[in-house]
């Protein structure tokens, strides 16, 4: 839920490009770093509460706007946004989000996490797959059809967060996806939440949320990325 604002508007460099990005850091002055991947939304106020989130917990969190500054809150519009997105060059503001944030005075270490919630997730583990400076993913829920994953140069560990109510995502394609990460040797933990649905940890979307089991996700990704961050 959104809290007083703590985070502040940022700019990148992508290809030539500025993209606007929301930044946090935390009130101690510095921290690991971590890029956050929206959902198909876009750079909505509930990815923004996320950063806040993460730097309360310590963390400098950086979520690069990789809509060019769309964003809705009709789905399907936010369908026709994620398929109109472009994925290489998805891809490359993710890499220059992880550039930014290794270059700041308050991000502690040579890596940083990748944390992406649905469309997010899928983009997270595709960014760490193609830059070995992401240290850590933090995959929730993460679908997009057009993202294909080449685990071969993966050398971040792995959280999945999944749900088992997902209409979007079949357990046996989680099932799938753990395997072949596995099989490229990854470091890798799924978790699948029993009862709950798609983007249930999305406190904006009270039809799908569980407070229960959203705050066992956060947590355990907070772990996560504090043990390999750390």
């Given amino acids: 839920m959104t809290q007083s604002r703590s985070g502040r508007a940022f700019q990148l460099e992508s290809g030539g490009q500025t993209v ?17 991947v929206q959902e198909y939304w876009g750079l909505v106020d509930q990815i923004r509460d996320v950063c806040d989130r993460l730097a309360r917990a310590g963390f400098v969190a950086l979520a690069p706007d990789l809509y060019r500054g769309d964003r809705t809150d009709d789905p399907d519009e936010a369908g026709r946004l994620m398929m109109d997105l472009e994925i290489p060059r998805a891809v490359r503001d993710l890499a220059a989000a992880v550039d930014a944030l290794l270059r700041r005075p308050s991000v502690d270490g040579a890596k940083v996490g990748c944390m992406g919630f649905c469309m997010g997730g899928q983009l997270a583990l595709a960014a760490a797959c193609h830059d070995e400076r992401v240290g850590a993913v933090v995959d929730c829920y993460g679908i997009h059809p057009n993202v294909e994953i080449d685990a071969s140069g993966l050398r971040a560990a792995v959280l999945g967060v999944f749900a088992e109510n997902d209409e979007f995502i079949p357990n046996e394609q989680v099932r799938a996806l753990e395997a072949r990460l596995r099989e490229a040797g990854a470091r890798v933990d799924f978790k699948t939440f029993v009862g709950v649905q798609h983007a249930f940890m999305n406190e904006a979307r009270p039809e799908v949320f569980d407070a229960a089991s959203a705050t066992e996700a956060w947590n355990d990704a907070l772990s996560f990325l504090r043990a390999e961050l750390g």
């Fill in 20 to 36: 606007d990005a929301y930044l946090a850091e935390p009130a101690s002055g510095r921290g690991p770093g971590v890029v956050v």
